[in-house]
C-alpha cells in the first residue's frame, strides 16, 4: 500500500462517514453537516487523483521551469495535474452556495413545523 | 426495517467506494499534459490553475458563478420572509469582539483584494479574495446586527462585475476567435510581474468583487432572517 492508496483510502473514509450521516441522522442540520462531510471527501479524493509523486505545485515560478515551459518541454511529471485543483476550487465556492442554501430551507422549516427531526414532516411521504 | 434498509445502503456504497481503490494510480491525462506544456507559453501566467480556471475553461467558470449567483438568491427568495421565525435578542458584541473587528476590518478588505489582484501569481484568486473580502463584511454584521448593507450598491457592484466577465469573454470571441480568447486583445507581458496573463488578472479581479458581493449580500440576509417584533408588526 503506498501513500497514494492512502490519501484515496481517507477521502473515501470521509464519504463514508457523511453518507452514515445522511442516513442515520434525523436532525436537518445534522444532515446538512454530514453533507458537507460528502463534500469534503468529493474534494480531497480529486486532488489526491491529480497528485503525482515527487510533483511541484503548479506554479511555475523560477526562471529554469520557465525556460522549459516556453519551448513546450515540461518534464513529464514536474508539476501536479492542474486541471482537478481548478476543478475542486471552484466545487468548494459551489459547495459553500449549496450548504448556505440547504441551510435556509431548514430555518423554513423551522419556523413552519417547529422542529428539525425528519421522521416528523410527513407531509411528502407517499 | 427502514434502519435496514439505511444499513444496508451504507454497506453497498462503502464497498462500491473500496473497490475503486485499485483501479486508480496516478496518471497525467492529455488535457492535463497539454495544459501543463501549453499553459505558460499561452498565458504568460504563473499559477496553471489560473490559466486553466480562467482561460482554457473560462465558460466553465461563468457557469459557476451563475451557480452561486443562483444559490444566494434562492437563498434570499427563501430567507425574505420572516413570519414564524423566533424573535432573537442578540446578545451586544463584547469590548475585544468590537475592537477586533474595527482594527480588522480594512486590513482584510485589503488583503482580499491582494489575493484577487495577485491570482495569476501566487495560489490564490477571485474566489478565495472574494471569500476573504466576505468574512470582513461577516465581523462587520457580528459587531452590529442592526447593519443593513447597501443593497443598491451590492447589486451594482454584482450585475456589473458579471456584465464585464461576459463583454470580456464576447471580446475575445471577436477579437481572438473564440469566447474569452486571450489572443491579441491586450499584449500578454512579462512572466511572473503584475502586469502579465493579458485578460487574465482582468477577469480575476471581476470575478472576485462578485464573489465578495455575492457572499456578503448572502451574510446580510442570514443576519437579517430572524423575525423582529416591530418588522411583522408592521406587515399585518
Redesign the interface.
Known amino acids: 500500500m503506498n501513500e497514494l492508496t492512502l490519501y484515496y483510502l481517507a477521502a473515501m473514509s470521509l464519504m463514508l462517514v457523511g453518507f452514515m450521516g445522511l442516513v442515520w441522522k434525523r436532525n436537518l442540520i445534522k444532515m446538512v453537516l454530514a453533507f458537507t462531510l460528502i463534500d469534503t471527501g468529493a474534494h480531497l479524493f480529486l486532488v489526491a487523483l491529480g497528485y503525482l509523486p515527487g510533483a511541484t505545485a503548479p506554479i511555475v515560478d523560477d526562471a529554469g521551469m520557465f525556460a522549459q515551459a516556453q519551448s513546450l518541454m515540461v518534464r513529464q511529471g514536474a508539476v501536479v495535474d492542474p486541471v482537478v485543483q481548478a476543478l475542486v476550487l471552484t466545487a468548494i465556492v459551489i459547495g459553500v452556495g449549496v450548504t448556505a442554501l440547504m441551510l435556509s430551507y431548514v430555518v423554513r422549516i423551522y419556523a413552519r413545523r417547529g422542529t428539525l427531526d425528519i421522521a416528523e414532516l410527513r407531509r411528502l411521504k407517499w | 426495517m427502514k434502519?435496514l434498509i439505511?444499513s444496508v445502503?451504507?454497506l453497498v456504497?462503502?464497498l462500491f467506494?473500496?473497490s475503486?481503490?485499485p483501479l486508480?494510480?496516478?496518471s497525467?491525462?492529455y488535457?492535463?499534459?497539454y495544459?501543463?506544456?501549453?499553459?505558460?507559453?499561452d498565458n504568460h501566467t504563473?499559477?496553471?490553475?489560473t490559466?486553466?480556471?480562467v482561460n482554457y475553461?473560462g465558460f466553465?467558470?461563468l457557469g459557476?458563478v451563475l451557480?452561486?449567483f443562483?444559490?444566494?438568491s434562492?437563498?434570499t427568495f427563501?430567507?425574505r420572509r420572516r413570519?414564524?421565525?423566533?424573535t432573537a435578542q442578540p446578545w451586544p458584541a463584547s469590548e475585544f469582539l468590537a475592537t477586533g473587528a474595527r482594527a480588522l476590518f480594512a486590513p482584510l478588505v485589503v488583503f482580499g483584494a491582494y489575493i484577487f489582484v495577485h491570482g495569476h501569481?501566487?495560489?490564490g484568486?477571485g474566489?478565495q479574495g472574494g471569500?476573504v473580502v466576505a468574512s470582513a463584511v461577516l465581523m462587520l454584521l457580528l459587531v452590529n446586527r442592526d447593519r443593513h448593507l447597501p443593497h443598491g450598491l451590492m447589486t451594482w457592484l454584482e450585475s456589473l462585475s458579471g456584465f464585464g466577465f461576459v463583454l470580456t469573454g464576447l471580446i475575445g470571441l471577436a477579437v481572438g476567435g473564440s469566447f474569452l480568447s486571450n489572443k491579441g486583445l491586450m499584449p500578454l507581458g512579462e512572466?511572473?510581474t503584475l502586469f502579465s496573463g493579458g485578460l487574465i488578472p482582468i477577469i480575476y479581479v471581476l470575478v472576485g468583487i462578485k464573489?465578495g458581493a455575492e457572499?456578503s449580500a448572502?451574510l446580510d440576509?442570514?443576519f437579517h432572517?430572524t423575525?423582529d417584533a416591530d418588522h411583522q408588526e408592521g406587515q399585518a
Do not use: Y
Request: proline content about 5%; glycine content about 14%; hydrophobic content about 55%.
Open positions: 434502519q439505511g445502503f451504507v456504497m462503502g467506494l473500496w475503486l481503490v486508480l494510480g496516478p497525467a491525462g488535457l492535463s499534459t495544459f501543463t506544456q501549453h499553459g505558460v507559453a504563473a499559477n496553471l490553475v490559466a486553466v480556471v475553461r466553465d467558470t459557476e451557480v452561486l443562483a444559490s444566494v434562492g437563498a427563501v430567507l413570519d414564524g421565525l423566533p501569481l501566487t495560489p484568486g474566489f471569500a512572466w511572473n464573489v457572499l448572502l440576509v442570514m432572517s423575525g
